[in-house]
């Protein structure tokens, strides 16, 4: 079997990556990559050239991965699906269960909400929606950091109901794409870091919400911090989980080594280590820890390649089970 | 007026930002700087050459500076003290109150118990105690960037009773202390961020802990996560603050810009702005900014330079008043 | 005595650092800066705001700082001369002697070439040319660090006739100005290094050329290599020097000890060490090293700070004097 | 087949390399690893284990890397030797030819002159000496990138007789070691950058100086200055390379293309382009572009991984060649 895909977006950070990835893949090739501003050019594999949107032939593809903005690529969507496509959208806008809720955490009207609820594609979490769909919402980054790490505790119920998640989230500069703005300057960035938009203003904070109230709706709000962090990818979630009576640390530790046992993308390290950034920069796992903060309180420490498990390898991981692969196809290099 | 100072540890980074500090100060003079390593080297400002520390001549100063690390520190303040000079100890030895607390989180008998308890030289919270001391106790970098954080709340009994403070502080290379230990080898810090020593297990979580209760007896456990930045110097603290009843954003944010109002050395921003690492560093001053997370949930985003007025710059302040000089003098140069 | 100054273009990285410096200038204000980008924005120091270009008061000041692009700066230098007041410009246009000069390396006529030839603002080589004169042409940066590094052998006729200079430089981002550019990106200077313009064709070629055979008409042709380096300000040039006959590494270094014997903002380092770019980041000084390579190859490192040295400080250093001040006067903190 | 290797001085950086590499080798496996300060620890592959020197089984391997110190290193190539095992010798001992060099560059006697000479692995330049033989010198780091950028010239005879070549290159950190050292604390290395042992004093120079005479006796003096990069990994040496009577930029150029035509690890960028360092960080393969500086001076940028193509993966790469594989095998991932 060989699998066309086609990438909208193709010449960003996520969309290079992407590239990266399925150049080795076994089973699946690249039949265009769309970039306007770089149409002509070499991708540098294969021979292979960026080509401009109008020139996607997207009914020669099997699978389409959409690396575009929000609000761009939901229209891509509802029409690649038309010409019989598959999608995976790595970006924001099918991954919001609601027009309504779409609307109030990136103040704009929702392009297709003919697509509303798309299945969010987060398999550890619930790779049985995934299978047998056509079209499948990517995870955010930080979400997936997030989620990750706090979905053991959420699934069984081991939360404290109503108190707040602190989730004090670090990323790389990559997180924030590759468009020139002042802000991203390698000057303005080195030796600074930096806190922005927090205070439930980041958009990841709905997304958040949306998929661990999902599995554990008596939880409560999420209190997200994201922060600028000067190195160039990567990104590590500290997080701050007050348990439920009658869970503490022991039985809060055998959650995770249970959910994640079996899982080739997701580490849980041993009692006594710490995850950090380099567990999982240029891999495409998570690396998560657990370390007692006190006997009802949880430090979690959930670590991932923003590129990687937090965009185009997940993506991927999503687009073997659309086509019944082996979930990890092309993803164990290392 | 002239002050004719020594300095002990003078090579290390601390000693050295010192150095300079001094070397512009209006009032104070370097007599000696010990380091034991260097001796013999000149210290490139005034012909000065680092000393031995049997040459270190006690009698012939008004005050003296150690940058030596605990267990060393207050050996080194009792002989200093006996010699007539009074002592700035900007190592642990003396923050603590209590041999037994001392024990408790270095895991060694107090070197010299009789000199406990010392006045802690916060001097944005407690000048009125350091007035007229012999010798002082230099507050920690991470303590001094989380005390000025919740001074305000802690004093007017604003934290919620029994809630634990959440501090994720992440802190420049520098404050690793100059020695090289494979885990600060360039190689290995570059492009890497991660939590170390948390879960309440870090030294300085007694000290804050320690400095909070004295202003808030009834507030919660203190809940420390340092992080490593890949940057040479500045610590940034993120502080989640559950507010007492009848609390809420406005009523907190006038408690910071009231008792920080005619401070010289701690600036509050404005509503809207974040703080930064890049405010602090290479200053004299911290840096507050105020976010509402919740309701009843503080974000404070608390910046120093780790160097300065979490060390140097601060221990000069202290020296200021114990010799009834202007606060700042030789701090406002920026 | 007290000289007023305006500055144009005041909100880029060199405007900025001239801020910093007539700041706490003994005898200098500022009493406007121009930013047409950041008009009606404070800009942090006794209540000044940046004003639109029209809103200037030319008439209202002694002095002109222009640190605008080329090709804007000549036309605010002849207005601001008009006005009367004088001028020290740190853009391009006034640095090459001729029309045909700068119109080789800019590709572009000259815009005011009646301000041509213009005296070039290097005060260790050239100080008793600047004093009295109207307006200034500031150094480049590069050119600074080069011709402060030959300018002892070149002016002793101690360069190899003829023979190639070889000026392997190196200088941080914030050379490349402020604008963020896809090249500035973070994320793509992160980790990486690069040569950029080499094989003659930067245009700093010109400048330093025409100054190096203004000292030494016989000397060879410069070969300039500029290298981007991951770090935010510094210029490390390593140059290659072929000596004369007669010449060798121990009468060439007598060259430069006596040269820059008294100068205070250039410092030789003795035999055997090597200068690096920490040794004149954030100061207002040069430091220059001298190795031997063979018996008639010497190699100088010579370092500055690309925003100090190499713009704004030389520049306030000119300023001085033109006005008859202490040469150093405002940059001598450290 | 299956070829059995050992490594000694495992967990250095360049040890760490080779197990990755050898990690997906399709015909090498690893059989033990030693590192007497990491011995028991887990290496993180295949359950494999590092072990004290003393326990490594040399009987039962077929191939033996050496990536300890000079010095240590000749004494464990001779009892490989014994023990039937083939030697790829990554440290400075068997590189020189004789012990006369050996001992002027590095100042001591060599340890096992018997093995003088051996064969200096650079396969690009000399395989067909590879072949066959027991025990290869794997050349250095700065050696691999100057003498490849340097090959094409020396071997026609297109440098001008007795000029001297000046190589600037620029290393990331990781090529100095893992031991702990003041120079490579981070804090000392950010934001800095510094060359050292320049001047005909660094190590390499005799190496380089030796393998390049071989191909053009009549060349000049190499003037190598190495420079400490603020990066993790990667040289890039900028070369100047004054070219005989006859030849220019554009037939030099053809000696470049023609020799790297068929060359899958060396690619020579079109003209126009300029190599960086990260076209050739983390991949296996040198990058060189070509600038014409003057009609007779040419630069030359060459670029490689320290670590890969500057250690390990190019032992890897004289590894197949011994063992009769494809030269390439494991070695072009990307």
Redesign the interface.
């Known amino acids: 079997m060989s699998i066309k895909t086609g990438i909208f977006g193709a010449a960003g950070?996520t969309g290079w990556e992407l590239i990266?990835i399925l150049h080795?893949h076994p089973t699946m090739s690249i039949h265009f990559a769309v970039s306007d501003s770089n149409a002509g050019e070499t991708v540098g594999i294969n021979g292979l050239k960026y080509v401009k949107q109008h020139e996607a032939t997207l009914d020669e593809v099997d699978l389409v991965f959409l690396c575009t903005p929000h609000l761009a690529s939901a229209p891509l969507a509802a029409k690649a699906l038309d010409a019989g496509a598959k999608v995976v959208d790595l970006s924001a806008d099918l991954r919001l269960k609601t027009p309504e809720s779409f609307a109030k955490w990136y103040q704009h009207e929702h392009p297709v909400p003919a697509l509303l609820p798309t299945v969010y594609g987060l398999p550890e979490v619930n790779r049985h929606e995934i299978v047998g769909k056509e079209v499948i919402a990517n995870p955010g980054c930080y979400p997936t950091s997030s989620i990750l790490g706090l979905a053991p505790l959420a699934k069984a119920g081991a939360l404290k109901p109503g108190a707040?998640l602190?989730i004090?989230a670090?990323s790389?500069?990559?997180g924030a794409g590759?468009n020139?703005?002042?802000d991203?300057?390698?000057?303005?960035?080195?030796?600074?870091?930096?806190?922005?938009n927090?205070?439930?203003t980041h958009r990841h904070t709905g997304e958040i919400e949306q998929e661990l109230h999902a599995l554990a709706p008596n939880a409560g709000?999420i209190?997200f911090?994201p922060?600028l962090?000067?190195?160039?990818?990567?990104i590590?979630s500290?997080i701050?989980a007050p348990l439920a009576d009658g869970w503490d640390y022991a039985k809060a530790r055998e959650l995770y080594t249970d959910m994640y046992a079996d899982e080739l993308l997701v580490k849980v390290l041993p009692e006594g280590q710490?995850?950090?950034?380099?567990d999982a920069?240029?891999t495409n796992r998570a690396v998560i820890s657990l370390?007692?903060?006190?006997p009802d309180?949880l430090?979690i420490?959930s670590v991932i390649d923003n590129l990687r498990k937090g965009a185009a390898s997940q993506a991927v991981q999503n687009a073997n089970i659309l086509f019944g692969l082996p979930e990890t196809a092309g993803l164990l290099?290392?």
Chains 1, 2, 3, 4 share one sequence.
């Not at 991203?184 to 922005?196: I, M, Q, R, S, W």
């Not at 962090?229 to 990567?234: A, E, K, N, T, W």
């Open positions: 950070y990266g080795t707040p602190i004090d670090k790389g500069v990559s590759k020139p703005k002042p991203l300057h390698f000057v303005e960035v080195f030796g600074d870091f930096k806190p922005y927090i205070g439930r709000p209190i911090s922060h962090l000067p190195v160039d990818r990567g590590l500290t701050y710490t995850a950090r950034l380099k920069v240029r370390t007692q903060a006190a309180l430090i420490v290099e290392n």
